[in-house]
C-alpha cells in the first residue's frame, strides 16, 4: 500500500489501544483523553503525542491536522464504559449523561472524514434502554457511507489471559471489513500461569526491588485469614469459617457474590481486570497460590501490557488507587493489535480487489 496508513486515538488513557496498533504497524500519530494523569504512561510508551481535552471541546482541525492529503486516515474511539456497565444500568443511574459521548464522537467522524473508524465498549452497550445510542451510532456511520462490523469479542479468543467480553466494532468507507479469526482456541488460551507465573514472589503490601509496579495492595490481618482459607476457583460461602463471613454478604442479595475475595485459577484465563482489581474484595482477584490480591504489575500483564510498560516515571511517583483505576480502564493492547491486524488485512484485500479490476481493465 503506497499511501500511509495514520491514527488518532480519542479516550486514548494510557495508550492500550494506540500501542496495540502500533505493535501491528499502523501509525498513530495523537492520542486525546479527558484525564491528563494519563499523559506520562502514553507518550513514554507510544510514541505519539497527548493532549489533555475533554472530547466537546476536540474540532476537526484538532485532528485533521496529523493527516496528510492522501493517507488512509483512522480515527478510534472507545468512550468511557462506565454510562454502560450492569451496575450503572441499574436504576436511575441511567440518567449518566455520558452515554453522550458516543455522540460526540459521530459528531468527529462526520467533520474529519476519516476512511477507517473503530470502537472498543462493553457488551451492555447494546441494551442501553435510554435511547438506542449505539444504533444510532451504527445507523449515523452507514449513513456517511461506511460499512460496519461489530460483534461481542471473547479476549482468550485473541490470546488475552481474561476472561472479558467486549464490544468491537469496526467501519471502513473503502468496503466490508470484520475482525480476523480467533488466533486461539479454547485448548491453547492465555492462562493464569502463562501470563504472571515467571513473576517474583512478594507478600501482602510488598514490591519487588526488581520492578516497583509488581507490588501488592496491603491487606489487614483478618483478610489475611480470608485469603488463606480462599481455594483457587472457590468461594468464600464454602470455603471460610463463619466468624471470617462479612454481614453483608451473608443477606440474599449478598450471597450472590461469590467471587469476592476468591483466587484465581492458575490454569485458566483470569476474571476481567476492573478498576479495582488489585483489591481482593471487588472481585475474584486474590493470586492463586500467594497470600495477597495481584499486584498491579500482574493486573497489566493480565490486560496484556507488556512486562515494561511504564506507568509512571519513578518508584516515588508511584500512586497505587491511581494506576490501578488505569489499568482496568484500558484497552487491552492485544486487542488492539487485533483491531490493527484486521484494518491492515481489510486493505489488503481491498488493495489487491484493485490491482484485479484494474487489470481487467487493462486486458480489455
Known sequence: MKNQITAVDLFCGIGGLSYGLRQAGINVKAGFDFDNKCKYAYEENCEAKFYHAD???????????????????????????????????????QKDTRWQLLYEFTRLIKETNPDIVSMENVPNLLKFKKEPVFDNFVKELENEGFYTWYDIVYSPDYGIAQ?????????????????????????????????????????????????FLHKASKLSDKNIKRVKQSIPGGSWSRDWDEDLKLKCHQSSKGKTYVSVYGRMEWDKPSPTMTTFCTGIGNGRFGHPEQDRA???????????????????????????????????????????????????????????ETRYENHKRDAK
Open 55 to 93: 472530547i466537546t471541546d476536540i474540532k476537526k482541525n484538532d485532528i485533521t491536522k496529523y493527516y496528510k492529503k492522501n493517507d488512509i486516515k483512522i480515527l478510534l474511539g472507545c468512550a468511557p464504559c462506565q454510562p454502560f456497565s450492569t451496575y450503572t444500568l441499574k436504576g436511575d443511574k
Open 294 to 352: 495481584i499486584s498491579l504489575r500482574e493486573a497489566a500483564i493480565l490486560q496484556s501490557f507488556p512486562d515494561n510498560y511504564k506507568f509512571t516515571d519513578k518508584k516515588e511517583n508511584l500512586k497505587f488507587g491511581q494506576v490501578s483505576k488505569q489499568i482496568g480502564n484500558a484497552v487491552p493492547p492485544k486487542l488492539g493489535e487485533v483491531i490493527g491486524l484486521s484494518i491492515l488485512e481489510h486493505l489488503k484485500e481491498i488493495d489487491n
Open 163 to 211: 476472561k472479558r467480553k467486549r464490544l468491537v466494532l469496526l467501519a471502513s468507507k473503502k468496503g466490508k471489513i470484520k475482525l480476523i479469526k480467533p488466533t486461539h482456541k479454547p485448548e491453547d488460551y492465555i492462562t493464569v500461569r502463562k501470563a504472571i507465573g515467571h513473576l517474583e514472589k512478594i507478600n501482602s503490601g510488598e514490591a519487588s526491588k526488581i520492578d
